[in-house]
């Protein structure tokens, strides 16, 4: 018996660590700081404060959006699966709303800037990467689509929580 929890132990460690090292080697390749944004204040966060982005990249980012992203995420980002919790079939998770529903809010820009650059592939899911299909610039304005769905508050805990890092 002891033989066998060694084993699940030795087992779990290993896929821990290999994990670990996966999400290393995916931060390494985005630095943070170097992400180039433009520091446009337009937009008014109703709690006195302001959103990174400005108008433009809002609707850059719905034409961005339109195009690669809504056939999954829903136009407005609300999703297209009621139960985004629930795997398929195929053992994945479908699409889950960004629209500051469920929980793109607790990554920041640099994390969320992974996803888009590398789907789903490192964590066995269906998104696709969108590295070399999308400018910089149209990453970050899909952000900004999404991220003018989120509610004051929303915005707010992701901003206290280091969200624009
Ligand atoms: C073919 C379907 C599909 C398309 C197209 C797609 N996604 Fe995804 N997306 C997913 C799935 C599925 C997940 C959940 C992770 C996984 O299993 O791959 C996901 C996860 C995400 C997440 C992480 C959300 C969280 O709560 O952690 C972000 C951010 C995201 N997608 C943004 C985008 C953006 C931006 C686009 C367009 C540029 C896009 N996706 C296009 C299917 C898609």
Not at 9 to 14: D, H, I, K, L, Y
Request: with cysteine; net charge negative.
């Amino acid at each position: 018996m002891s033989k066998i929890y060694r084993l699940l132990f030795v087992a779990g460690s290993t896929l821990l660590a290999i994990g670990a090292c996966r999400e290393a080697a995916m931060q390494q390749s985005i630095p943070n700081g170097q992400i180039e944004r433009e520091s446009v204040t337009a937009v008014k966060n109703g709690q006195g404060g302001v959103r990174w982005y400005s108008k433009d990249q809002i609707s850059l980012g719905a034409a961005v959006f339109s195009q690669n992203c809504a056939e999954c995420h829903g136009i407005k980002a609300e999703g297209i699966v009621e139960n985004w919790r629930r795997r398929l079939e195929d053992g994945s998770f479908p699409a889950p709303p960004l629209n500051g529903t469920a929980h793109s809010w607790h990554h920041p820009t640099s994390m969320l800037l992974q996803v888009i650059n590398y789907g789903g592939a490192p964590y066995g899911g269906n998104m696709p990467s969108f590295e070399t299909v999308l400018e910089d610039k149209e990453k970050l304005a899909s952000i900004a689509y999404f991220q003018n769905f989120w509610t004051d508050e929303i915005y707010a805990q992701w901003e206290r929580m280091g969200g624009t890092n």
